[in-house]
């Protein structure tokens, strides 16, 4: 094979690389949008029909997220009992997941590590999301609060 056209043909390798990635960078997209727009309309069904003196729709949004994340991984995985592409695993489970909720992600990688008898790192995953979380949220209050005034 002549140079130019192995170097075209490499070329034109790496250019389908790269369509592949943004291909792959549009469907999470696409699937953030969709679980964001879910979590908007569950939200506020939640808060129509029980009322918003407790965050009732944030907590079943995680706790539904995290249930279908978990299920979703497990029944896509390696040894689960359907198969599919890595692009819809990457679709469903940071796209609709992630978009639904960030929390489904959180208690599958602690689900993940406490079966990998990583009790320790499970447990400070779980306190320090927690209180980093409660941290973050409360510092953003309070420079939202200073700029209000």
Request: charged share 15%; hydrophobic share 45%.
């Given at each position: 094979?002549?140079?130019?056209?192995?170097?075209?043909?490499?070329c034109?390798?790496?250019?389908?690389?790269?369509?592949?990635?943004?291909?792959?960078?549009?469907?999470?997209?696409?699937?953030?949008?969709?679980?964001?727009?879910?979590?908007?309309?569950?939200?506020?069904?939640?808060?129509?029909?029980?009322?918003?003196?407790?965050?009732?729709?944030?907590?079943?949004?995680?706790?539904?997220?995290?249930?279908?994340?978990?299920?979703?991984?497990?029944?896509?995985?390696?040894?689960?009992?359907?198969?599919?592409?890595?692009?819809?695993?990457?679709?469903?489970?940071?796209?609709?997941?992630?978009?639904?909720t960030?929390?489904?992600?959180?208690?599958?990688?602690?689900?993940?590590?406490?079966?990998?008898?990583e009790?320790?790192?499970?447990?400070?995953?779980?306190?320090?999301?927690?209180?980093?979380?409660?941290?973050?949220?409360?510092?953003?209050?309070?420079?939202?609060?200073?700029?209000?005034?």
């Amino acid at each position: 094979m002549p140079h130019s056209s192995h170097r075209r043909l490499e070329c034109r390798r790496v250019e389908q690389h790269r369509i592949g990635k943004m291909q792959n960078y549009l469907w999470v997209a696409i699937g953030g949008a969709l679980g964001s727009v879910a979590r908007f309309w569950c939200s506020g069904a939640v808060a129509r029909h029980i009322g918003e003196t407790f965050p009732w729709g944030t907590l079943l949004i995680n706790v539904l997220g995290s249930f279908v994340i978990g299920f979703f991984a497990t029944a896509t995985g390696t040894e689960g009992r359907w198969l599919v592409s890595p692009t819809l695993r990457q679709f469903f489970m940071i796209g609709v997941c992630g978009g639904y909720t960030t929390f489904s992600s959180f208690s599958l990688q602690t689900l993940n590590l406490a079966g990998e008898g990583e009790w320790l790192k499970a447990s400070g995953n779980i306190l320090g999301s927690v209180a980093l979380c409660l941290l973050g949220v409360w510092l953003g209050h309070l420079l939202a609060e200073s700029l209000n005034r």
